[in-house]
């Protein structure tokens, strides 16, 4: 595990597919159990973080919606 607070990425005013390549690109980057916050207003993300997660073998943590974006908390597998 990661010691100090999660890593932060704003994809704000990215578009899909933008915001989940970036993220599985800095999360491929990173040592299993790095946390990452990536915040997007894409509103497709709520689809692709989750999925990625899923395809990638990461924890999603939380996924809190914000007034005009979304905020995803993922753990590294």
Known sequence: ?????????DLRG????????RAR???A??????ELIVETNDPLA??????LCN???HALLEST???????????KG
Request: aromatic fraction near 2%.
């Open 14 to 21: 990215l578009r899909c597919p933008l915001p989940v390549l």
């Open 1 to 9: 595990m990661t010691t100090g607070s999660p890593e932060v990425l």
């Open 25 to 27: 690109k800095l999360l």
């Open 65 to 75: 919606a914000l007034e005009n974006s979304h905020r995803f908390h993922i753990r």
């Open 29 to 34: 980057k990173r040592q299993s159990g790095a």
């Open 55 to 57: 395809e990638d073998g």
């Open 46 to 51: 709520v689809i692709d973080i989750p999925h």
